[in-house]
């Protein structure tokens, strides 16, 4: 019995060995790691310089521009399949952490849209000095948030091309689109969202009243109250709008976007890009069963499954469609 009970155990081990093992492979990305500092007038910006192990000449550069939240500068290594990809196609990536995550100074929640698009620009021109840098072949991509970033950006920087994932054109409408629909997955009734969005026009009136935090917590449900911090962040860029920055746009653009994202209005995004951004530089692609991560559907329903994924085929937890659409997207550039 104990000699049976000897081996189950070794069998057990071994299985367990041998699951470490691949994940550890899985997580072995063809790019090099370099970590970088950047000094800016607000402090210290650290992050994230990944380039092919293997390259000849210069290298274009991508600047990963984040979306809403706390975020390091490789997603916690969920950008690390994307960088092995441009990686492949001679490109760098370059990706800041947050300020007041992991070294660089300050806190993210003091920052407007305009305050990130000058963090940016920071980031370009030290991108600009680095030897290895093809200045002629530096462009940009960002999600969710960046939407608002990186318009204003191509504003200010001459960009060789900006590709946006699942951004959003009016913060304000937005997020009424986004308690709608993520109500409705829930299986809330109509009136439950009527009476929610009735309290979100009650939070935004305050909002454009230039109301202190503690008239807003007067207002504010108990479950769901914002921090001061989050509501000095949200009173700066609640009127952020993305559609009369589009015509900045003077290079190629990519727009990905998800047939079932329930944070963006996915038609509306298509419909303002295709009217404000120059019809030449556009390249849209809409993927169907998949949501605002460029996750299939299914998998960002399933917990489980997403973390499984994660964990045994991190190159597999987007949708297909998505990188490769970028890896054309990056091969047609002029």
């Not at 769901?224 to 962040?233: G, I, K, L, N, V």
């Not at 997403?306 to 990056?330: C, G, H």
Request: glycine share 6%.
């Amino acid at each position: 019995m104990k000699k049976k009970m000897g081996i189950v155990l070794i069998v057990i081990l071994l299985i367990i060995s041998s699951s470490s093992f691949y994940v550890l492979q899985q997580y072995s990305f063809d790019i090099v790691e370099q970590t970088i500092q950047i000094a800016s007038p607000e402090g210290q910006l650290t992050g994230i310089l990944a380039m092919p192990k293997h390259a000849s000449g210069k290298l274009g550069l991508v600047l990963f521009v984040h979306g809403d939240g706390p975020i390091n500068a490789s997603h916690n290594d969920g950008y690390k399949p994307l960088w092995e990809r441009l990686a492949a196609q001679g490109y760098a990536s370059l990706s800041l952490n947050k300020r007041g995550i992991d070294g660089s100074a300050g806190n993210w929640l003091d920052q407007s849209i305009d305050d990130r698009v000058e963090e940016a620009r920071q980031a370009l021109a030290w991108a600009r000095t680095q030897p290895m840098i093809d200045h002629t072949r530096i462009g940009v991509w960002g999600a969710s948030q960046a939407g608002w970033v990186i318009p204003k950006l191509a504003g200010e920087e001459q960009l060789a091309f900006s590709i946006l994932v699942s951004p959003a054109i009016n913060w304000l409408s937005q997020g009424q689109y986004h308690t709608r629909e993520q109500m409705k997955k829930d299986g809330y009734s109509e009136d439950d969202i009527t009476a929610r969005l009735a309290y979100e026009q009650q939070v935004n009136a305050l909002l454009k009243n230039n109301a202190p935090y503690e008239e807003y917590v007067k207002t504010a449900h108990q479950g769901d109250m914002m921090s001061q911090e989050r509501w000095a962040f949200v009173s700066k860029n609640f009127l952020s709008d993305a559609a009369g920055d589009l015509a900045h746009f003077r290079s190629p653009v990519l727009l990905l976007l998800g047939e079932d994202d329930i944070h963006v209005d996915v038609k509306e995004t298509e419909q303002v890009y295709r009217e404000n951004a120059a019809p030449s530089l556009l390249t849209v692609a809409v993927f169907p069963n998949t949501e605002h991560s460029m996750l299939r559907t299914s998998t960002a329903n399933s917990e489980l499954k997403a973390t499984f994924i994660s964990l045994f085929a991190p190159r597999k937890i987007t949708v297909s469609e998505y990188m490769n659409q970028i890896e054309l997207f990056i091969k047609q550039l002029p």
